[in-house]
């Protein structure tokens, strides 16, 4: 065939030789192949770049993709740790106030509790102590010696005058019928000072039942509080 190309396409067209046109057709007909397969061949490469594209422009979606969602992340990461770190400082100050009230509930109780024993002494002594000591009948010496000594023990959380203090032992030694006025107003003083004291801290406690409860509601609510910070 390409041996024959220059004696079939030389002559013109309408004088060729039957198998010069036939030499040019089939000339025609390969080049005309020819043509296609480099059209299809273009057409694959075509297809295969606009693929590349596509694939790119997902890979590129995909990536802007990905750093979005781990920027989000990151974002949420943050701001868990934020809370986190804001839910431990919540349950430490619930814990401190928690501390904080139980201390002065403890310390506010054992006040009362203290002034229910030296009441509970006082009056004991008061009635058991003093009242011997007033009292004629029975009278004896050496026990008076014996509930004086405990009245001195007792009589020293008074805060009582140090001259009224120096004059007991004597007064209470003394029978009653036989004391003088001087006397009598240590022993009248002695009872006074026991009588005021219990009322002083009977009214202590009186006053501090409701500081009581007070305390023993703070307590609840800030264990209330730690269990919600919790």
């Avoid at 060729?16 to 005309?32: D, K, N, P, Y």
């Avoid at 509790?113 to 509970?120: Q, V």
Wanted: hydrophobic share 40%; charged share 25%; aromatic share 4%.
């Amino acid at each position: 065939l390409e041996a024959g190309v220059p004696g079939c396409l030389g002559p013109p067209a309408n004088e060729r030789h039957q198998l010069q046109s036939s030499l040019v057709q089939w000339i025609g007909e390969t080049i005309e192949n020819v043509q296609a397969r480099l059209c299809q061949v273009v057409d694959d490469e075509a297809a295969k770049v606009a693929e590349a594209e596509r694939a790119f422009k997902e890979a590129e979606e995909a990536v802007s993709f990905a750093a979005t969602n781990l920027e989000a992340k990151d974002r949420d990461v943050a701001a868990s740790k934020t809370a986190s770190n804001e839910a431990a400082q919540a349950v430490n100050s619930a814990k401190a106030g928690l501390n904080d009230a139980q201390v002065a509930q403890k310390k506010g109780d054992a006040s009362l509790a203290e002034a229910g024993k030296l009441i509970e002494e006082y009056s004991g002594a008061l009635k058991d102590r003093v009242c011997y000591l007033k009292e004629e009948n029975g009278f004896d010496a050496n026990s008076a010696k014996t509930h004086t000594n405990e009245v001195m023990r007792i009589s020293k959380k008074l805060d009582l005058d140090d001259s009224l203090l120096t004059a007991l032992p004597s007064a209470c030694a003394t029978m009653p019928s036989k004391r003088g006025s001087f006397d009598k107003m240590v022993i009248s003083e002695l009872e006074s000072s026991f009588q005021t004291r219990i009322a002083a801290l009977t009214e202590e406690i009186n006053t501090g039942t409701a500081a009581t409860a007070n305390r023993a509601a703070a307590v609840t609510a800030n264990e209330q509080v730690v269990q919600a910070a919790e």
